[in-house]
Structure formats: C-alpha cells, structure tokens
C-alpha cells in the first residue's frame, strides 16, 4: 500500500507565514501606518480617492460574489440552508421596492440599517478568522477565551460609535445617527482593556502549559480589528480602505476553501494545474458576479423617479444584507470529504491523496 503523504512542517498557514499574515490584516496595518504618516493633517487627495475606487472594483465587489457563488453554486446547499438561500431573498427584494416607492421614509432607514450591522459583521469576521487559525495551531480556544476574544473586538466598534455626529448623508439620504454619551466611550474602552489582558492571560497559561509560545498569527486579526476601528478611524483616507481589507481577508480564506474543495479529489498530477486553473475561474466569475451586483443591479432602477445615487445606495444596502445573512451560514456547510479544506494547505493541494481503503 503506498504510504500517505506528510503534511507540510507548519500546517498553520494555507500558503506561507507571510502571505497569509498579510491578506489577513498585516497589509492593512502597514498601510495605516503608511497613511498615518504622510497624509494626516492633510485632506483627502484625488490620487487617494481613485485607488480606493479601484481597488473596491477589484476586491470589494468579487468579495460579496464569492459569498453568493459559495451559497447557489450546488442545489445541495440550497436544499441545506432553504430560508437563506430563498427566503431571505424575498425579503431584501420587498425591502428594495419599499425603498424605492417610499425614498424619502424608508430608505433611510433600510440604508441605516446596513451602515449600522457592517462593523458587527467585520467582528465576526476577525473572530472567525482567530477561531480558525487557532485550530490550525492547536491553540485551544474555549467558552471563556472566546468571550474575552469577542468582548475584545466589539469594543473596538462601540468605541468607533462614539465618534460620530447627530446625522450624515449617504447616497443622497439623511442617515439619522444616535447620539452616544461620553461615558458609553468609557465604558467601551474600559471592557477592550479588561478583555484583551484576560485573553493574554489564556494565551500564557497555554505557553506555560505547551512548553511554546502560542502562534502569533492568532492574535493579528484582533490587532487588525483595533487598528481598523480605534485609531485608524480618524485618519485620513484609512477609512475609505477598511472595507478593501475587509474583503480581502474574506476572498483568501474563501480562495483556499474553494481550492481546497474542488482539488482534493484529483490525481497528483494535475494538482497544481488544478490549482491555478480553479483560481482563476474562481477569480474571473467573481469579477463578473461583482460587476453585476454593484454595476448592472443599480442600473434596473434608472427608470424611477428616485435619483441614480439613492437607487444604488438601496441595491448596494440589500446586498449587503444578504451578504451579512448568506455569511452568517454559509461557513456551516456541510463538507463531505474527509479533510475539512479549512484545515489543508499549499501542501495539501498538491500532494499525492491517500489511498481510499477497500
């Protein structure tokens, strides 16, 4: 019987230490730094403002796609998630004509309810993405070291609250904002604090009980998550790119469940091509999906009277809800091979697969 493949020496990274430390927040955390010391102080430069634009066409809008294209790609996932996958549908599509028919008092508000649900779903995200890369490590993260996790990081949105005045205006409406007392601020920064020292408490109980430092992959995603939400929202043009970085951890950890998934059952020889040829079918039909989403959709709505920016901020809030929705269970899909691809690699992709018992 041939004898099975060895995983890679450090199983913890889907491709290598540096690539994943970056696409999860260590990118980001330098481009703030980049911003911090050369733009603050300085308004918003136009060369600033049309990389943002650019970069949300390329990795922005493939991002919500990959969300979709995870979901409806097998009628088996539909049949698994069936409010979801069409329930849920309905109900954003009322919302749209709702907000079309009624600009003026239900926009807002459906708007409103978008702007005000993304940084909880990017706290998700961060936590998710912890979950995960401490399971590769085989650090151990239990009820109370996951309360510490989560108390960390949605502190860093309550104290972002705080910084925001009465109103605004966004695609056109006026977004009512609540007004948060100085205190709240306090109490916010209070409870982050106490979290995070709780949490490096865990972490040396472990190294001392591991004999070895934990991982620190494990903890970038929270530090990216103060990054985006504490310090990095009063500087300039950082706040443009949040939801870039955002996106872009989603697609490199949807990029390897993709690949994961779709290789594993090939033979060793056509892994690697395999590899390349998912990736960029992958890519190019969420650029597509991404185009029609935010580009095409807003477009269908140009014959009502409600104005084109408006229009597109409702198509834009109810894809974003549905992402919200679609993500909250789309990581809960049932996986039928044996190795979850959340938990391959590089490796893993083009390495030999073991044989299947008779």
């Keep these: ?76 996932n539909i049949r698994q998630f069936p409010v979801t996958s069409l329930g849920v549908p309905i109900l954003i599509l009322a919302a749209i004509a709702a907000s079309i028919w009624q600009a003026d008092s239900v926009a807002p508000y459906f708007i409103t309810l978008f702007l005000f649900w993304s940084p909880f779903h990017y706290s998700g995200q961060t936590i998710g993405i912890t979950l995960l890369y401490a399971r590769r490590g085989k650090f151990n993260i239990g009820r109370w070291q996951r309360l510490a996790l989560s108390a960390f990081v949605y502190a860093t949105v309550l104290i972002s609250f705080t910084r925001r005045g009465n109103t605004s205006e966004r695609f056109g409406v006026i977004i009512p904002v609540i007004e948060v007392p100085f205190w709240f601020k306090i109490a916010a920064l209070a409870v982050m604090c106490a979290a995070a020292l709780v949490f490096v408490y865990f972490m040396v109980v472990w190294a001392l009980k591991e004999r070895r430092l934990p991982p620190p ?120 091979s044996k190795t979850s691809p959340l938990l391959m690699n590089v490796h893993d992709w083009e390495a030999q697969p073991s044989p299947v018992p008779a």
């Design 217 to 336: 992959i494990i903890v970038l995603p929270a530090l990216t998550q103060l990054v985006w939400f504490f310090p990095a929202t009063g500087s300039k043009m950082f706040f443009e790119f949040i939801p870039t970085f955002h996106s872009l951890q989603y697609l490199y950890i949807a990029w390897a469940m993709q690949i994961g998934l779709k290789v594993n059952a090939r033979a060793a020889g056509e892994r690697s091509r395999s590899v390349v040829n998912e990736s960029l079918r992958w890519g190019v039909s969420n650029y597509v999906g991404g185009m029609l989403l935010f580009i095409a959709l807003p477009w269908l709505f140009y014959w009502t009277s409600v104005p084109l920016a408006t229009s597109a901020g409702i198509v834009i809030a109810a894809v974003n809800i549905h992402h919200f929705f679609v993500d909250g269970v789309i990581w809960k899909l049932r996986n039928v």
């Design 1 to 76: 019987m041939p004898r099975p493949p060895e995983r890679s020496a450090d199983p913890l990274y889907f491709v290598n230490g540096w690539l994943d430390a970056a696409m999860i927040g260590g990118l980001s955390i330098v481009v703030f730094m980049a911003l911090r010391l050369f733009l603050d102080g300085q308004s918003r430069p136009p060369a600033g403002v049309d990389i943002a634009v650019a970069l949300t066409v390329f990795i922005n809008y493939p991002h919500f796609s990959a969300t979709v294209y995870r979901l409806y790609q097998s009628p088996a």
